[in-house]
């Protein structure tokens, strides 16, 4: 029995070099220098409240989970497998987590609220 390398493979090949590496850092350290900067600066006009807690906090959490996906594909190698393997992790992810940040935001002022 001769195997047959004309099959295509199961996984895709993930990128050779170091190039990649240094796109993702500096996406990342970007990401993160806007993290800092609106945290320092604190512009007034992100400081209105939305489901109970600031735009401000609320652009934070959009940046940590955007942080958090791009890790994962990136270094986890989930971005180089097949699209149904994304799904199955991204999706739960991006209905759960928004929804226990809501929970959070939410229901987290109840405290403020008996005298």
């Known amino acids: 029995m001769a195997h047959n390398t004309n099959l295509p493979s199961e996984h895709h090949h993930s990128p050779e070099g170091t190039r990649w590496i240094w796109m ?3 996406l990342l350290l970007i990401v993160t220098a806007v993290e800092v900067i609106l945290g320092i600066v604190k512009p007034e006009i992100l400081l209105g409240q939305f489901l109970g807690t600031s735009w401000l906090n609320i652009i934070f959490i ?3 989970l955007f942080k958090a996906f791009y890790i994962v594909a990136k270094f986890m190698h989930l971005g180089f497998e097949r699209k149904n393997l994304m799904w199955t992790i991204g999706l739960p ?19 403020k609220i008996i005298p």
Do not use: R, W
Not at 96 to 109: C, D, K, N, R, W
């Open 24 to 26: 993702v850092f500096f």
């Open 93 to 111: 992810m991006l209905i759960l987590i928004p929804y226990l940040a809501f929970i959070v935001l939410a229901e987290g002022t109840y405290m």
């Open 62 to 64: 959009v940046l940590t």
